[in-house]
């Protein structure tokens, strides 16, 4: 699924996730929206357990599941709906199309 007429690289809409144990459910991003424009970066800042790894993670296909789960939410990269990609799909884009850069201390 694509979309035209935009000049977004990465659109998160409405994104939830949640990490469930069987004792709880940790509720780790809640209703995310954030775009990056063409030639722009964006920075994650926030306290630790804010949700930053994590919206990273959903973006790469990368949740671990379990115990983490995806429960709503868009993520469109480059005009494509990108979410719920198959395995070999969102392995082809990793690196090429899109990464994560982790802080080191």
Known sequence: MSRENTNNVLE??????????RD??????NGLEL??????ALGLVGETG?????????????????PGVVTGGQII??????????AKYLRSIRGKKVSMIFRIR
């Open 12 to 21: 998160i809409n409405d994104l939830y996730v949640e990490y469930r144990t």
């Open 50 to 66: 804010a949700g930053k790894t994590t919206t990273g993670l959903a973006v790469l296909g990368l949740v671990p599941d379990p």
């Open 77 to 86: 990269l480059r005009g494509e709906e990108i979410l719920g990609r198959d």
């Open 35 to 40: 775009s990056i424009k063409k030639g722009k």
């Open 24 to 29: 709880s459910v940790v509720k780790a991003v």
